[in-house]
């Protein structure tokens, strides 16, 4: 099927941009390319990073526990380690540890991580730059999308200016996950899915295969990096139908040809997700836990990190709650009238994806949330679509209401200030988050925590950690631990003990502490652990005063 060329109400009002929004588009393009660069190492490399590298490195977290006792002392580096490319494990090595410790996480990104390693090195800027080079792909991608619905260089441009300096976009961009690549294959696949669409039914039947193998394959590539893909390919499908109506044959068999081919690829890993499907939502528990009314403020907290973060969380003070509060109210204003605008000015064909593309991702996390009470739909790393679709929305609104077409100049002049103040939120934001150590997609007040406990540990001239805490919490610890610092550790496992039994039921040892150090810590240590220093003869205090902190010094009685 061929689509009309025209979007009702925006080629009549697409004149060339002024001169002073080119200028500012430039500006802000920059800036946030800058940011995505921009003291890569200097937040905390938290659990998610620190597993991603241990997947990278080819090892598994029951390998690692396996090498680790209470029988020899660990320094940091000796953690990291495991973290790191080695001669020992290869590229298969990469796709066993995650087949079988990691299942929900598809390999398409840790194979490109593997090799970025390999020519980079292991170091937490070297791991975090691949996520910020990807994410340039956005603007290319983006740009063509934006061309693909509106046929206007007006919206494509306004469209790249908001990913630029989107703080959600340059936060994800600086994460060693898959998230840019994620919003880059989204992208990529919903315009390949409106060319194929849109090409001439009666042109050379090769370009025609042409145009829909290339949305195969970008389709493939989006499954083989995040299984929340599924909602994106959903979104295709329920648009294909409603769109060619069953009308157009040859475009409905083409789509779901191509749809097919992209499902079979992905297959192998689908196979490995369904049989693991107990433990990965064994490894999910955690987002079960909130009521309807933080849900629902949550879902405006996400909506509007597409476009200012302050880094505030649940612990916000009322100051800042009230700087917070009225920011959101007028960023969801806006949403809602952007894609209110959008149906009212634009074709089925354009809206509608727009709407499905949101609306798809939303409604699966959402209505598990609502039934039984979780808040995966408040996680933001989750709704990559959802944020693709709003900004283009109000890439639209905001291209149409600067037209200097426009009779109402005051009106004109309003919007151009919003798109003024809009950008400027965005550049604060990214300007603050590149200052921060800690940010709240890294684990907030925890990661406030634990950075206290490194400040503490490593103040002492030769410090000593006793811990047999979670894997999980040591790893991204070890990465603000001097070298001076030395660990006599059995940790718990995280991921490994859904597949070994064994390690889940082992009881845990209690080490001699030996002589030596100036101080001893223990970290975050279980109950039997405790019970078992202090039948040593010594006393446990705690360090800064705080229990939540799990931080105590032992002292010889």
Same mark, same amino acid.
């Given at each position: 099927?061929?689509?009309?060329?025209?979007?009702?109400?925006?080629?009549?009002?697409?004149?060339?941009?002024?001169?002073?929004?080119?200028?500012?588009?430039?500006?802000?393009?920059?800036?946030?390319?800058? *940011?995505? *660069?921009?003291?890569?190492?200097?937040?905390?490399?938290?659990?998610?990073?620190?597993? #991603?590298?241990?997947?990278?490195?080819?090892?598994?977290?029951?390998?690692?526990?396996?090498?680790?006792?209470?029988?020899?002392?660990?320094?940091?580096?000796?953690?990291?380690?495991?973290?790191?490319?080695?001669?020992?494990?290869?590229?298969?090595?990469?796709?066993?540890?995650?087949?079988?410790?990691?299942?929900?996480?598809?390999?398409?990104?840790?194979?490109?991580?593997?090799?970025?390693?390999?020519?980079?090195?292991?170091?937490?800027?070297?791991?975090?730059?691949?996520?910020?080079?990807?994410?340039?792909?956005?603007?290319?991608?983006?740009?063509?999308?934006?061309?693909?619905?509106?046929?206007?260089?007006?919206?494509?441009?306004?469209?790249?200016?908001?990913?630029?300096?989107?703080?959600?976009?340059?936060? *994800?961009?600086?994460?060693?996950?898959?998230?840019?690549?994620? #919003?880059?294959?989204?992208?990529?696949?919903?315009?390949?899915?409106?060319?194929?669409?849109?090409?001439?039914?009666?042109?050379?039947?090769?370009?025609?295969?042409?145009?829909?193998?290339?949305?195969?394959?970008?389709?493939?590539?989006? *499954?083989?990096?995040?299984?929340?893909?599924?909602?994106?390919?959903?979104?295709?499908?329920?648009?294909?139908?409603?769109?060619?109506?069953?009308?157009?044959?040859?475009?409905?068999?083409?789509?779901?040809?191509?749809?097919?081919?992209?499902?079979?690829?992905?297959?192998?890993?689908?196979?490995?997700?369904?049989?693991?499907?107990?433990?990965?939502?064994?490894?999910?528990?955690?987002?079960?836990? #909130?009521?309807?009314?933080?849900?629902?403020?949550?879902?405006?907290?996400?909506?509007?990190?597409?476009?200012?973060?302050?880094?505030?969380?649940?612990?916000?003070?009322?100051t800042q709650l009230a700087l917070l509060i009225p920011l959101s109210i007028i960023i969801l204003a806006l949403v809602g009238y952007a894609i209110y605008f959008l149906c009212q000015h634009t074709p089925k064909r354009v809206w509608l994806l727009i709407l499905l593309t949101i609306a798809t991702t939303a409604f699966f996390l959402a209505v598990p949330d609502i039934m039984k009470g979780g808040r995966r739909s408040t996680n933001p790393r989750y709704l990559v679509p959802c944020y693709v679709g709003i900004q283009l929305a109000v890439a639209y609104l905001l291209s149409l209401k600067i037209s200097t077409n426009l009779d109402n100049f005051k009106q004109q002049r309003l919007w151009k200030t919003a798109i003024v103040a809009l950008f400027s939120v965005g550049i604060i934001s990214a300007g603050m988050s590149s200052q921060a150590d800690s940010w709240w997609n890294k684990g907030s007040g925890w990661l406030r925590a634990e950075l206290e406990v490194a400040k503490t540990i490593n103040q002492a001239s030769k410090p000593l950690i006793v811990s047999d805490a979670n894997i999980a919490y040591i790893m991204p610890l070890s990465y603000r631990l001097e070298p001076k610092v030395k660990l006599l550790i059995e940790p718990r496992c995280y991921t490994s003990c859904y597949k070994n039994r064994d390690l889940a039921l082992a009881k845990p040892k209690i080490p001699r502490i030996p002589n030596g150090f100036s101080e001893v810590f223990l970290y975050k240590p279980s109950s039997a652990l405790r019970s078992g220093i202090q039948q040593q003869n010594y006393q446990i205090d705690s360090v800064i005063g705080t229990v939540e902190l799990k931080l105590w010094k032992l002292t010889k009685k």
């Open positions: 099927m061929e689509f009309p060329k025209n979007c009702e109400g925006l080629n009549s009002h697409n004149p060339p941009l002024d001169k002073w929004l080119r200028f500012l588009i430039v500006v802000v393009l920059v800036i946030g390319i800058f *940011f995505r *660069f921009a003291n890569l190492d200097r937040k905390f490399y938290w659990i998610d990073e620190t597993y #991603t590298s241990l997947r990278v490195s080819g090892y598994t977290e029951a390998e690692m526990l396996k090498q680790i006792s209470y029988q020899q002392i660990t320094l940091p580096l000796d953690l990291q380690k495991y973290q790191q490319i080695n001669s020992e494990h290869n590229l298969t090595d990469t796709l066993n540890s995650l087949a079988t410790e990691d299942p929900q996480h598809p390999p398409l990104y840790y194979i490109l991580a593997r090799y970025w390693a390999q020519w980079f090195g292991s170091s937490v800027t070297a791991m975090r730059s691949l996520a910020a080079v990807i994410s340039l792909l956005v603007f290319p991608s983006i740009y063509w999308l934006a061309w693909e619905l509106f046929e206007s260089a007006n919206v494509a441009w306004m469209a790249i200016a908001i990913f630029a300096i989107s703080p959600y976009h340059i936060l *994800f961009a600086q994460e060693a996950r898959q998230y840019s690549l994620w #919003t880059v294959t989204t992208i990529l696949s919903t315009a390949a899915l409106l060319r194929s669409m849109g090409a001439d039914a009666n042109q050379n039947p090769i370009w025609l295969v042409y145009h829909w193998t290339i949305y195969a394959i970008m389709t493939t590539l989006g *499954f083989y990096t995040h299984l929340l893909f599924v909602c994106v390919a959903a979104a295709h499908a329920i648009y294909v139908a409603i769109i060619a109506n069953w009308r157009d044959v040859k475009t409905f068999i083409a789509y779901y040809v191509a749809a097919l081919l992209a499902l079979i690829a992905f297959m192998p890993s689908l196979v490995n997700v369904v049989e693991n499907f107990n433990q990965i939502r064994s490894t999910t528990v955690w987002a079960q836990q #909130t009521n309807l009314l933080r849900l629902v403020s949550r879902w405006v907290g996400a909506v509007s990190i597409a476009f200012f973060d302050f880094g505030m969380d649940g612990t916000a003070s009322a």
